[in-house]
């Protein structure tokens, strides 16, 4: 099989990088690395990966920072038909050291940094192949010594099975403990591909990524990857001008970042009046972005340029698109009202439906569970970018998973509803919807109503011994006394939000990790609970 047919995506990034030649792939602090140059340490990785004695089907957890060793290595890993063990470092050391022990990988492959952690956390003890990146270490192998061991002669890359797990990629955990999603090599594959289809993109094209696992794609696409020096695990906290500096430099094209990365370039951006014009398109996934947000970032681009916000999950991604032209222009009014945020319409090749709200699984799929329009249910979706399974977990499997044919629909445990014009509309999490006297209250279409306020940067509803209690981050240099009257006003005027009386002021919400914007409500429920008391 060629590399040009093959589903898997080192294969296509291969491809690529025969046509783009000494074209940049990758421009860092470290310098510029050609697509040539990074095939052939793919190439050479594989074949040193595979004499060193790993195998086609074994587990390798990979903890490597964007670099030019986490490229090479991971595109290698895919090559020697092994199966990368993704997990975000930002998670914490314990949750580390489970999701390793639940995945038993058969080798480690890390920074020095990750190997210390793997010493003092005693993590994979199965892993019988230890490989450093970015460094050296007595007694372990190391990437540059894998290069020239694997340049003294190829190997046969195995075929991949379109079907065959390709990676697991481990959840944030962000509303429980963080789960192993089972990607294939078709998954992968169909997510480049509508990628590609979605956003026009294009051989040559400069990204500034700034989520690893995207840069991945980026790259398989034939774009060179501007790697910002920033903590990947801390986007809500970057130096706005060490993106603003390599986006203007390189003229780069496109942006990923999340909301909360987008939240603080954006206000820089306003307060210093920057302007990014190079950017034709900005992608943040994550959290929904706030429309104010969104109207600040826009105000940084070139007119035509657009801000997109896909829908979806670890385990299904992307799942809907909407831009931030039709945000603005419509739907930030009625989320303001209480409609819940709108997330657009699902992309090509995606089922999306919304069924009856069950904490209960559901193991086969009907058409009896759907919801009529316009009424709120959990989200659910189908596709070839949907992930079948969960790796070693059967009850969060059938949990999450239902049968569909010879196909499986993901329950996204997101509560949502469509519009008469087939878009979706995002109202919270089911897992977080909060019960009262009054009836159950939708986080997100509760939150719209307040975050309207202009000194208010988010919200987050949580019940208390079944009170509905609204946390509230100002807007820094707010003060809090005259907008706890207000918001109170806000809410008594909304059929949706009138059985709020209860505020409490926070000064910074629990976030997750990985993004910095999904906020942890669950925590934030045990500190009211704390305050109220």
Not at 21 to 47: N, Q
Not at 94 to 101: D, H, I, N, Q, V
Not at 241 to 255: E, F, N, Y
Not at 449 to 472: I, Q, S, W, Y
Request: overall charge positive.
């Amino acid at each position: 099989m060629t590399a040009a047919a093959s589903p898997d995506v080192a294969g296509r990034f291969l491809e690529t990088a025969r046509r783009r030649g000494d074209a940049a792939a990758l421009v860092s602090e470290r310098g510029v690395v050609g697509f040539s140059d990074l095939a052939r340490d793919v190439e050479r990785l594989a074949a040193g990966l595979r004499r060193a004695g790993l195998k086609p089907g074994e587990r390798a957890a990979l903890l490597v920072p964007p670099s030019r060793d986490f490229f090479a290595l991971t595109f290698a890993l895919f090559r020697v038909g092994a199966v990368p063990v993704l997990i975000d470092p930002g998670i914490g050391f314990e949750s580390l050291g489970r999701c390793l022990a639940e995945s038993e990988p058969a080798a480690f492959l890390g920074s020095p940094k990750a190997h210390l952690g793997r010493l003092l956390g005693r993590w994979a003890p199965s892993a019988r192949l230890s490989v450093v990146a970015g460094g050296r270490l007595p007694g372990l192998w190391n990437a540059r010594e894998l290069t020239a061991m694997g340049a003294r002669g190829g190997f046969d890359a195995p075929a991949p099975d379109p079907e065959a797990p390709a990676a697991i990629l481990f959840t944030s955990g962000s509303t429980g403990a963080p789960k192993g999603a089972v990607y294939t090599h078709a998954m992968f594959a169909a997510q480049t591909g509508l990628l590609q289809e979605l956003f026009a993109i294009a051989e040559g094209d400069v990204s500034v990524p700034t989520f690893p696992l995207f840069a991945l794609f980026d790259m398989a696409l034939g774009q060179t990857c501007v790697i910002p020096d920033m903590d990947f695990t801390r986007p809500g906290f970057v130096d706005p001008m060490k993106l603003v500096r390599p986006i203007q430099k390189h003229r780069a094209r496109q942006l990923f970042g999340s909301p909360a990365l987008l939240d603080r370039l954006s206000r820089f951006g306003e307060r210093h009046g920057v302007a990014l014009p190079s950017l034709t398109r900005v992608l943040s996934a994550g959290a929904p972005v706030p429309p104010k947000v969104l109207a600040r970032t826009r105000a940084m681009l070139a007119p035509g340029a657009q801000v997109f916000t896909p829908y979806g999950a670890t385990e299904a991604l992307p799942v809907a698109l909407i831009g931030a032209g039709e945000v603005l222009g419509e739907t930030a009014a009625e989320t303001a009202r209480g409609a819940g945020v709108c997330v657009g319409r699902p992309v090509p090749g995606a089922t999306v439906a919304a069924i009856r709200i069950s904490d209960a699984p559901i193991a086969q799929w009907n058409e009896g569970l759907r919801v009529a329009t316009g009424q709120v249910g959990e989200i659910v979706a189908k596709g070839a970018v949907v992930s079948r399974e969960y790796f070693r977990r059967p009850e969060a499997t059938a949990a999450a998973k239902m049968k569909d044919g010879s196909g499986v629909r993901h329950r996204m445990g997101d509560l949502g509803y469509f519009d008469a014009k087939g878009r979706l509309w995002f109202c919270g999490r089911k897992s977080q919807r909060v019960k009262t006297a009054d009836g159950e209250l939708y986080t997100v279409r509760v939150e719209g109503v307040f975050n309207a306020h202009p000194n208010v940067k988010r919200t987050a509803l949580v019940g208390v011994r079944g009170e509905a209690v609204l946390c509230v981050e100002p807007e820094p240099g707010t003060e809090t006394e005259g907008l706890e009257r207000e918001l109170l006003e806000l809410g008594a005027g909304n059929g949706m939000t009138a059985s709020v009386k209860t505020i409490l002021f926070h000064p910074a919400f629990p976030v997750d990790i990985r993004h910095n914007a999904k906020i942890f409500r669950e925590k934030l429920a045990v500190w009211a609970a704390r305050e109220l008391s």
